[in-house]
């Protein structure tokens, strides 16, 4: 079965498309197949491996988003369905994110890591 | 040793993750890689002469990635042989496709 | 006919971005050079095949529609659709059907069919390569 790498840039866009981060979905619906994925938060999106984030309280013209998106918990799935998931260590720094912060499971990996560790996949499809 | 096509849509004007792809580029070359970069729509912009990151692009090269941009969105932007940086070459859709139709090569667009 | 077969993964809608242009490229040389393609269409990118896209004339230019020969992107898809007979290759179009729905961008040109994401694990598995451009327009 073909390796797949699915490396994750955007983050926090078109979330209310599926509740969710369209993304992040169809990785899942990929898992879901019986592919073989494992996902990279790189730049903006490692945002999406730190616990805390809540995007409830959205309310337009009276009209109160019920089931918000709820990253955290998608990831939190991805994770128990064995999907392996790496953050760039380097992006968590940048953007002032600490290890203890990260939801327990995510893996973080460094850049010279990462030139080598692209050879391991057959698709590398970045997002 | 895996090949690697890296296009590349975005310019370092606009978008300061541009350095991602040449940083990327650059390390996926220097772990033993074969390594081709495609500017293609305002990913082209830095390849005229005199850009502020003309030698970003000569490091690129120095680091043996080879460099190719896209006719169309070069002549739409007025970039011409004459303006263009030395180290890369004027590339269209169908030398794109005939990289893309090698199994082995693994396309990542940015 | 070369026997391979190139998939890419869309997701940019008509006009507002040059990568929607340049898939349509990629498609339009890989098919002239007798390959076959697939795509998956996925957000924004199965609005390109809607049949209610229409001509208009445009006031800052002083043209009519006529004048304008206003690219349409279903007429693209149509396009392909005619080289890929001519080179005796096929192409083949999934409009990612959860998206259309949400769109209300189901009715389309002749040709494009829905799916989901099984169909383009499908495609990936059957192709020599696959590209996805994706969506970056910053949240």
Partial sequence: MAKILSIV???????LEEQDDTIVW????????????????????VNYVIQGQNASGLSIGGMVQQNPPQIGRDIADLLAMGVPIYVV???????????????PGVQTMGVEEFYHRLADFDHIWHW | MSRYLLIESRDPFDSRDCDWLYETAKGLSKVGNEVTVFFVQNGVLPSRKGSRYENYLHQLSLYNVKLLADS??????????????????????????????????????? | MSGKILTLAIMDGPYESTCSTTAFRIIDAALRKGHSVKVF?????????????????????????????HVLTKRWVEGLYELAKKHHVDLDWVNCGLCVDERGA??????????????????????????????????
């Fill in chain 3, 106 to 139: 189901g009715d389309w040109v002749v040709g494009p069919t829905r799916g989901g994401p099984a169909d383009f694990l499908t495609m990936v598995e059957n192709s020599t390569n696959t590209l996805v451009i994706p969506s970056k327009r910053n949240s």
């Fill in chain 1, 89 to 103: 260590e380097a992006d968590l720094r940048e953007r002032g994110i600490k290890r203890e912060e990260m939801m």
């Fill in chain 3, 41 to 69: 269409a996925y957000e924004g990118a199965v609005s390109l095949t809607m049949k209610a896209q229409k001509e208009h004339p445009n006031p800052a230019h002083g043209t009519s529609a006529e004048d304008e020969h």
């Fill in chain 1, 9 to 15: 840039e955007t983050a926090y866009r078109a979330t």
């Fill in chain 2, 72 to 110: 169309l969105s070069l002549s739409e932007r007025a970039i011409s042989d004459r303006h263009l940086v030395a180290e890369v070459s004027i590339s269209n859709m169908d030398q794109l496709v005939d990289l893309l139709m090698d199994d082995q090569l693994k396309p990542i667009w940015h």
């Fill in chain 1, 26 to 45: 169809l990785n899942t619906m990929f898992k879901k197949l019986n592919a073989d994925i494992s996902l990279l938060f790189r730049s903006n999106a």
